[in-house]
Each structure stands twice: as C-alpha cells, then as structure tokens.
C-alpha cells in the first residue's frame, strides 16, 4: 500500500511540474505560447498513435521507447505523407496530413487490438507509465528553455538560414513532391530536402506558418537531441547493472544525463583549452592574442585557422548547430539518427533474449530477417538517403557492425554467422533502396569520387579536438580486455585458446550488449575521425576547402557516438571498475568531459543574450526581423505577396553571391526566381554554364534597353512577376525603370525615390 501511495504522489508531482512549465510557457513565450502548445501536443499525441509500433521493438526498455515513439511518429508519418504526394495520390494539404495520421492510428490501433494481453497491459503497467510521464516533463521543459533562448534571436538570417527556410516555404505551396526549386524556376529542388519537408509536415499539421515553425522545429531538435540519449544510455546502463540496478538506480540516471549532455550541449577540448587555459596563461605571462576572447565558432574552425594554414576544415557539433540557429540536413537527421541507435540497441538485446533462449539452431526466414528491428532499421537508412546522404553509408556500416557482431555471438562463430548477416544486409539495402526510390528517381547526385588527401591534421590538434573521447573508448576497451583475460585465467581454457578466431568469439561472448554496442559505437566514431585523414569526397569546394565537408560531415556523427559512449563508460567505470586505474582514469576524464559543458553557457550568453534582458525577447517569428531598418521596405513587399498570391508563380528578382541578402523575396515567399544563390545552384547542378546564362539573362531583363529581347526571355522563363526593391536598384546600376513598368500592371508600390520598390504582373501578351 504505501508504494501505490508513492507512485501515486510521483505522479501528482510530475503533473504539477506539467502544469508550472506551461504556465512559465505562457508568461516566457508571450503570444507564441499557443504555436508552441499546438507543437508540442501534436508531437506528444504522435508519439502515444505509434506506441504499439514502438513497443514492438522496445519492450525491454524501462520506458517502452516512449520518447523514441515521437520520432518513428514524425518518420513514419511524414514519410506516407511525402511518398502519396511524390506519386500524386494526395496533395501536400493539413487535410491530407490528417488523413495519413488517421491511417496511421488505424493501423497501431490494429496491433494494439492484436498485440498480446500481457503486452498491452505493460503500456498502462505504473512502472512503464512512470517513467513516460517524466521523460515527457524533461522534453517538456528542454523545448521551453530552448524555445525561450532562441526567442532572443529568431530572425532566419545569415549561414544557411535563408536556404533552409526557403525550402520549407516552397513546400508550404507545393501540392506535390519534390518541391519547386526556389532558386532555380523550371525544377525541382536537387538537394536532400526530406528533412526541411519533416518540418514542413509538422507546420501544416500544427496550423502554424513557416515564421514560426522553422523555430520549433529547431528548438525541439535540441530537446530532442538530449532527451533520446537520456533513454537510450538509461537503458544501456540498466542492461549493464542487471540485477544491481535495484539497489542502484541513479546510476542509469546520471549516465543518461552525462550522455543526454554530451550529445546535445558539450563542445570539445577546444573550448576547454582556449576559453580557460589559453587566455588564464596569457593573462600571467601578459601576452594578447587571437584567442585572448573566445568566440564560440572557434571551436568548429580550428584545423587550417589557427595557425593560418591551405588546409581549412569544419569539424562542426550538434550544440554549435542548435546555438547558431541553422535548419540544416545533418541537424534534422540528428533525432532520426538516434532513433536508429536506439533500436539497434534493441536489437541486440533482442538477440541476447534469442541467445540466452537457446533459439539459435534453426534458421527461419521471418524470424531473422522479416522481423520489426530489420525492417525499421533498413526504413530509417533509406530516410538517411533523402534527409542527409552521408548518414545513409555511414549508419549502414553501424549497423552492420551491431548485426554482425551480435550474430557472430548468437551462432558461435559458425558459417551461419555470415549467411544470417548478408542476408539481412541485403534485406536492409534493398528496403532501404525502395524507401528512398521516388527520391532517388528525380534527384541527380552532386558528387561521388573518392580522393586521397595531401594533407593531414597535425597531431597536436587532433588531441585537442578528439583526444578525450578517443581516450575513454581505448580505456574501455582495455578495460574489456583485462576482464577477459581475468576471466581466461580463472575458467582455465582449453588448448583452443589460442586460436585468434576462438579467442575473438571469447572476446565477443564475454561481452554484455552494453559493452558490446557501446564498444562497436567507438570504435565506428574513431574510424570517422581517421577516414578524413586518408580520404575525401570531391565536390566544388577546391584549393584550401577540398576535404572540408568530409571532416564536417563524418567527425559531426562521430561526435554523437561520442557523446552516448561517454555517460556509460563514465558510470561503468565509476561504480563496475575492477582495476585500480579505472577510478583516477574516470575521475580525470569525467572532469574534462564536465569543462566542455560550460561551452553552450558562454555561447549562449555571446550569440543570444549579451547586454540583453527578459524584456529583449523578441518571439519566435523568424521572418520579423525584415521588419526592421533598411528591410522594412521588403517586408511590406513579401507581405503583399504572401498575402495577395496563390500558387507558385515565377518572380524574378535581383541573383547573388550565397550567404548574402539575395533570394530573399524568393524565401520568404517559396515563389520560385530564375536564380538565387549562385554557388548553392552550382554545388546542386553541377552546370555553371546554365547559372552563368541564367544570370546575364536576368541582368538584360532589369537593364535593357530593347523591350523586344526582354519580352523574349520573360517568356523563356515564365516569369509573371517582376519584383524591384533596393537590392535591385543597388546591384544593376542601369536599371531601367521605365521599360519595365511598361511589362505590366504595378500591382505593388512602396517607397519612392533613388531605391523605389514595386512589384509588376507581366501581362499575358507583354
């Protein structure tokens, strides 16, 4: 009786804080307070629709996979919305995304309905439904304090803003998939867009505008990007203690929290060095450098800066990502990613069941290769393929290496371990293919040839940036080792010992899934941080840049890897050392790992509140900032438009350089214009002679003097909007006013003058 009444109070409590944090919802969040209710009900509600699915995969997690059940949600969801609109059975409507979540929740009703008795009660069972509950509350308030930070700087403006809002605006208006390329009118968007769109689908569903709706999206990606490995570490943890977790139960808590820490908020030792230890040395010996003032990019931008060298790299991370506030392919993807993570860490404690079960000597089809882990596993690298391309190799080599190694347990190393593997490799390429076919038939791929480098990282900084994670999974895997060869001594083994495939079978059997997942997971993030030191994908990026984005897109997931490793390997060897070392080793490493969490403080502090108070909030509307200075002009403008034109129409405006002002007419509308970002088309289509043509083209349309030739490539690109601002009037000195208001109708006029703005219709016949 009295644990009822505990749990009973637990619960109590955990609704009040429910409760509190919408109220601070309310008063932190001001007016977009219902736009961040609607989204975070939308996405609690997907997650309780998808349970049954979920709970195929997870029921020896302690939650179910409940915070994992939002995500497959958003996936699954999203993607038969997308896959009935790219073969045009449904439009890109809010009623059509309602009809795809109402087949969805007929079909988990349906397993629901199906699933075994005792299945179906352990959803509703008090210890399952305990930890949801808190799971939520956690969500719940890391989405309200990261919605209220980035209140303070909402605007889409600068890096990759532009392109990636852009892209959630054309799909705001398109009807089908893929979307019209903002930026190049006549085709379609050749970029991995799926994610924009996952964030597009939850704006429809939500009734929210894109303004908004880009930040959301990014705010729950960075409570998201904590909370999952929260779950995903807690389980391992648990798995890991056995037994011993009854009497330890803060233990999965804290690895939860370290790993939850070090994926979503840590930097790397950069910020350690250079933010403490670099200008505290300089402050003593009186010297001023570059470095005397950190600034959190620095820490991304390290290999080919400091020193000044021709060989520039990114080595990019999710908390630097979430701070600078882009909507970018491999930020989406995070929570998919994990997702993944989390069930293949499923799977292995599935095979384990398998294992201990002695349900490994005859091989059926359905049981090893038809069954939900595969299938979701190769639907979620298939999404990789259209979200963010380099998850798609990188994730299927993770995979294979949890498969493979969880196989060569289960059937002792006997052929059967290979024939078991490739077939569910197979299954899961040709799964993964099919999943991302209507992408892949319409998308022309960037670039694909694999260069060596000629030049390497120094060592010195490799160790600044990698060195502490590196250093944990070796420990860890001494650790492993020392434990089997205490355990060989011990069981006295026979002369078979010392053959290397019997004692590699030793090894990996030795192994508990915890041990083995987390020591596959390092080892895979170790290889991505070597790969760019050996090879690089070649794209348009040349000279100083060349393998610049194999660094950024490779070490970004070795980060994550990273980051979950840690909590599990830090409360393994904190509370399970059985070697004096394990203890100082933990200690000294625990309290680097803990100096790299201060970096999204100074961040945040620098990017988002610096000489700011509460009152500077400014809201969620990522569009509003057109509405300030010399934008003002503009804003008026793209209001007209947004409000005054249907469908997409082209409209031409003035072409640029990337990263600047240009495009903006066509971002913050999704109306298609001839060109927008140069080198973003190049890197897209690969053909600079078409963008070159495309932009003398466009500079003859706002300069000629010859109404005949102008009319010619209006109808040559279907342009039926004309938009003059002073961005045009700026970039094209000779601009000719007077030949254009004869094109059409002004159906816009702003201010007057030297920088006068107007929008005109093309009449049908010129």
Partial sequence: MGVYYMFKLKNIILYGLTVLLLIAGMIFLKEDFLSFFRWWLLVFILGIIFLPLTRKMFSTFHDSGYLFSKVIGIAISGYLMWLLSSIKVLKFTEVSCYIVLIICFIFNGILFYKGKEEENKTLLDPNHVFPMIAEEVLFLFLFLLWAYIRGFKPEAYGTEKFMDYGFMSAMMRSD???????????????????????????????FNTVNVGYNLMLTMLAALSFALPYSLVFNITKSCLGEKYSNRKWIPRISGVLSGAGVSLAGNLHFTLYYWVVPTIRKILGIEGDFADYWFPNSTRYIGYNPETTDKTIHEFPSYSFILGDLHAHVINIIFVLTLLGILFAWLLYQKNKYDNHERQRFQIKQEIINPFIIMIGFFIGLFHTTNFWDFPIYFVVAGGVILFSNAVVYEFRLKTLLVTALQGLFIISVSALIAL???????????????VDAHTPFYQLLILWGLPVTLIIGFLYELAGNLESKSKADKPDFKADKPNFILFRFLKSLSPSDLYILVLGLCAIGLVIMPEIIYVKDIYSGDYKRANTMFKLTYQAFIMFGICSGYIFAKFKTLHHFHWQKTFANITLFLFLTTLWYPVVSVKDWYVKDKSYKDFKGLDAAKFLNEGDKQ????????????????PVILEATGDSYSDYGRVSVFTGLPTVLGWYVHEWLWRGDTDMINQRAADIQTIYTSTDQELVQTLIDKYGIEYIYVGKLEQTKYNSLNNDLLKKLGTIVYSGSEGVNETYIIQIEPNG
């Fill in 438 to 452: 209507p992408f892949t038939l319409r998308f022309d791929q960037i670039s694909t040839e694999i260069m060596l």
């Fill in 633 to 648: 002009e503009d804003y008026k403008a793209i209001s007209w438009l947004n409000e005054n034109i249907d469908g997409t």
């Fill in 176 to 206: 089908y998939m893929p979307p019209k390329d903002l930026w190049f009118s006549g085709g379609t968007i050749n970029y991995y867009y799926v994610g924009q769109y996952m964030s597009t689908f939850l704006t429809k569903l939500t």
